[in-house]
């Protein structure tokens, strides 16, 4: 709120300015609820602001407190907050509101803008669907995996890339990695049309295992895994890292033969045992190996 004229004449020119621009930048910084990433620089310029106008004026009435003793920034402060207040402007109109949600065209129009002429607009459009992934909208990440797969703009689909690795670390960081508990060993044999098949032998199991609940039995012969097709991935290291790549509690459907059939089995995966967890420490290379997988394993269609 502008003071009265009285009050404006009881103080400098330069000290009005900086209670004006002080309360422009507080309705902005309001109003993108403090989630794009300034809330440091703001603090400090909205400190020196404050030391300025507690030096100058003599006043007490600041609602932040000054470190340092009393500090004069003087006209470079208020320069320094114009700009952040231009480019907060395009920060704002790119936040999502509380409890508002984007449409499909919307949600589109806000990934394009991650190829923005200016590092501003690039920068807010960025931390605006940081923010939309982390609410855990499964409609925004399946668009945002099919804007990275279809995009042609190179710093699109790499801002595209690092979101979703972020949204895939922070699941494994809450939730930890899938586990199936089973003991295997790589195999090649011919089914009963004389083709080779390749896929992976269960050789045993771990007690209690999600493995053991879902049924699986010793001499089944693993030959996919969801998507994940062994004849064409017969690493084992491969299977293991897709389990690897789901979070506990996830459905994962294998298809094994027994004897002479071929056989569906749903398993809804389990938890790495506390006892385990420092052996199967996740390298930088693994964690890049899963997060392909998992990315790999996603809705390929945009939403409607």
Known sequence: ??????????????????????????????????????????????????????????????????????????????????????????????????????????????????????????????????????????????????????????????????????????????FGRGFLGIRLEPVRFAGQDGRIWTGIRIVGFLPDSAAAKAGLREGDIIVSADSLDLDTEPDPSMFTSYIQSRIPGSRVVLRVFRGEEIETVDVTLGAIPEDLQENMAMTDTEKKRLFRLWLKSLDPEPSR
């Open 1 to 174: 709120m502008i003071p009265p004229a009285s009050a404006r004449e009881k103080e400098p020119e330069e000290i009005f300015a900086i209670r004006s621009i002080r309360g422009a930048m507080r309705r902005l910084i309001e109003k993108c609820g403090m989630k794009i990433g300034v809330e440091k620089l703001v603090e400090r310029l909205l400190r020196s602001m404050n030391g300025r106008i507690a030096s100058t004026a003599g006043s007490a009435a600041s609602d932040l407190p000054c470190s340092g003793g009393p500090q004069k920034p003087g006209l470079a402060v208020a320069l320094a907050c114009l700009w952040l207040l231009v480019h907060l402007a395009p920060v704002c109109a790119a936040a999502p509101q509380a409890g508002s949600s984007l449409g499909t065209n919307d949600l589109n129009s806000l990934i394009c803008r991650l190829g923005a002429a200016t590092f501003a607009q690039r920068r807010a459009a960025r931390d605006a669907l940081s923010q939309l992934l982390a609410a855990g909208d499964p409609a925004v990440l399946s668009e945002c995996v099919c804007a990275y797969r279809r995009s042609d703009d190179p710093e699109v689909r790499l801002q595209l890339l690092q979101l979703l690795m972020e949204v895939f670390e922070d699941r494994i960081r809450k």
